[in-house]
């Protein structure tokens, strides 16, 4: 089920009374962590109301095919590319009809004849109208001319009094199956916490201390970290960039705001990684109000250290796998080695930012990954290209010691 973390299902209900089984289908495909988007059509809203499904998705219920208010009033095109995955449970013998024949006269059949994602379809019915040869070429017809799937039908008691083939599997085994036509990534269904970016160090309400990271490097790790499977939790000092896609985000200045955020993830968090360019030292006091200029030629300010916050996050009970950065401008191989050691990671990415073309606010960057077992050079590319070829090789040493450690799951 660890294969759904991030995909997004958009399930389609068609009317029958298997429609009450959608609620905990909803239900599990979130808590697999996928996210889910639900269109019903107005024969399903006699036997479920959407509002049950609205607050099981977190998620609007679309009910229109034209909708002004939904994408400039192309909304069905809009939910057609968002989809992975399109499932439709349960579906009708009427659903299934007119898809066979490519109708497009309500909200779901028009999202399947515009999406490129794998449709499934978990049939309900009475058994009789399974059974009829009509129902079957339709199906038939569906499986030689498109991508689709059939999750069942299961056989049963039905709700009519009927014993037979007909009934919608239950929502477990759909899910189950949903999860089937994905394959296993390198972190799927692991969560990431990533910090990315600089912080900023108040002097008073209008200057800062800070450094010249940009933050690309740590939403990069991000992307590639999230395209790995993985649920990634980005927090984010002051950058100029977007925030990926499928990527939660929590945006703080200072290094304290940065470590309080970085410990509260502690209990679900599997893998650290501390890719911002944390500042230091901060201020002893932060002035009440603009520091105004006097006409001393020199001024002094009082620094105190800031909280380590790898280091912390390596240290505490709740330890997850902890890979740290080490941005430095000479000896890199030997700093990193002993910020490894010292602050008891697991990994270490050091990066020479003195180096004409990389690191600080560049688009590519050139690293060593060094571990207790030795050092990997990975070379000057794109930071997008070499944020995918450091996430595989975090995911390889953190897989490797989940197994050793009997936390594999």
């Not at 679309?62 to 095109?77: K, S």
């Not at 040869?133 to 991508?147: A, V, Y």
């Not at 300010?301 to 796998?321: G, M, W």
């Not at 990389?358 to 070499?386: C, R, W, Y």
Request: charged fraction near 20%.
């Amino acid at each position: 089920m660890h294969r759904l973390t991030n995909r997004r299902i958009l399930l389609g209900i068609t009317g029958g009374i298997a429609a009450y089984k959608s609620a905990e289908l909803t239900r599990q495909l979130k808590t697999a962590g996928a996210d889910v988007r639900v269109v019903m059509t107005p024969a399903a809203t006699e036997f479920i109301t959407p509002l049950t499904l609205q607050a099981l998705s977190g998620n609007p219920v679309h009910l229109q095919l034209l909708n002004p208010e939904a994408e400039a009033g192309m909304g069905h095109i809009e939910l057609a590319k968002w989809a992975d995955l399109v499932l439709v449970a349960p579906a009708s013998a009427d659903f299934i009809a007119r898809l066979a024949a490519g109708m497009g006269d309500d909200l779901l059949t028009t999202l399947c004849l515009a999406t490129d994602a794998p449709i499934c379809l978990a049939p309900a019915m009475n058994q009789a109208m399974w059974r009829d040869p009509r129902t079957q070429q339709n199906l038939e017809r569906l499986q030689k001319s498109i991508d689709i799937h059939l999750f069942g039908p299961g056989s049963g008691a039905q709700a009519c009094g009927d014993t037979g083939p007909g009934r919608m599997l239950e929502p477990d085994e759909i899910a189950r199956r949903c999860a089937d036509q994905f394959e296993t990534l390198a972190l799927s269904g692991r969560y990431v916490v990533i910090t990315a970016g600089p912080t900023r160090e108040a002097l008073d309400p209008v200057r800062y201390i800070s450094n010249h990271s940009s933050g690309k490097m740590g939403y990069a790790l991000a992307e590639a970290a999230r395209d790995a499977g993985a649920r990634v939790r980005l927090i984010s000092g002051p950058v100029n960039l977007a925030v990926p896609d499928r990527v939660e985000c929590v945006q703080v200045e200072s290094a304290q705001q940065m470590l309080d955020a970085s410990l509260a993830e502690l209990g679900p968090c599997d893998l650290f990684i501390s890719a911002a360019a944390v500042a230091d030292y901060r201020p002893v006091a932060v002035a009440e109000h603009k520091i105004k200029k006097g006409a001393e030629e020199i001024m002094e300010l009082r620094l105190t250290k800031n909280p380590d916050i790898v280091a912390t996050v390596a240290a505490s009970p709740k330890r997850p796998f902890t890979v740290g950065f080490a941005a430095e401008t000479r000896d890199v191989v030997h700093y990193a080695q002993d910020k490894l050691k010292r602050k008891n990671l697991d990994l270490i990415v050091a990066n020479d930012v003195s180096a004409a073309g990389i690191g600080f606010n560049s688009d590519e960057n050139a690293v060593t990954l060094i571990s207790s077992q030795g050092e990997q050079v990975l070379p000057q590319t794109q930071k997008q290209q070499l944020a995918r070829q450091l996430i595989n090789r975090i995911a390889e040493y953190f897989n490797e010691q989940a197994k050793t450690s009997g936390k594999d799951s």
